[in-house]
């Protein structure tokens, strides 16, 4: 598991487990678990937010605890938004039935869209921008000087956002991740994102053109123990107006640390 704590350990060679989870959304044949019940009558709870938010959680759940020392120097370290942030599960939605404003072009794009031959992420490429940020795994946010690195767990994403007036968006090489400026607006750092390589905005089809720019804001609570993220894509070859997208929820959970994703593409 990768922001709990769990280990090895913690499930013994010959106990039998009951696992609660999602199971892949892209054919895989796996699952994402949430929730372990072993046949000693212990329950390990994995993903503590979905969990409860299901109902799931009852007195007999166990969270093994966070490393003491890890936790301490975490605290020491933090430094406004620069630190180790958890995805909350509580990611705000579209209401039903809601549908992106697509230009006819990309709505015959998105609807050609074949999910087992044309999605990358089966090929385990990584996610592009903006449906990387939608993570509901840790990002750590890091202060370099001229420069902030955005590092998501899920497929080992690495973001640089550049933070000089001056930086050049001349010649840069494009990426699946784009090229970032970045500012700061009254504690909130806004990013401006153009140059991104990436074929599709979301994990369902949804095209991106080369012209797409995407502003984002991440602003943090008053009491430090929340991140909200958010984001606008601007993009006339796909939408025929900006599209704000899911606002999600970081908190902060001291000693939580980035794990490799480790992502296997399975045959067939």
Known sequence: ERDSGIRR????????????????????????????????????????QRVERLGLLDELAERPALDSGQVEEAIRN???IFRVWSNTGRTQVRPPGAE???TDAARAA??????????PLLRCEPAGLPEAMLTPFPMEIIDNGDTITV???????????HMRGDADRENQASSHLGYSVGRWDDGTLVVNTTDIDHPFMDDVGTPLSRVA??????????????????ATVVDPETFTEPVALPIVHFEW????????????????
């Open 253 to 268: 959970q001291p000693g939580t640390q980035i794990k490799p994703y480790d992502c296997t593409v399975y045959p067939g």
């Open 78 to 80: 933090a430094n406004g």
């Open 9 to 48: 350990e913690f499930f013994p060679v010959g106990e039998e487990a009951v696992f609660t989870g999602f199971p892949s959304r892209r054919g895989e044949p796996s699952m994402r678990p949430i929730l372990a019940r072993l046949s000693s009558g212990q329950t390990i709870v994995m993903e503590r």
């Open 100 to 102: 992106l404003p697509l």
């Open 213 to 230: 720019e995407i502003i984002e804001r991440f602003e943090m609570s008053e009491d430090e123990t929340r991140l909200d993220w958010s």
């Open 110 to 119: 998105k609807e050609s869209w074949v999910q087992e031959e044309d999605d």
């Open 151 to 161: 590092w998501l767990e899920e497929w080992d994403n690495d973001r640089t956002i």
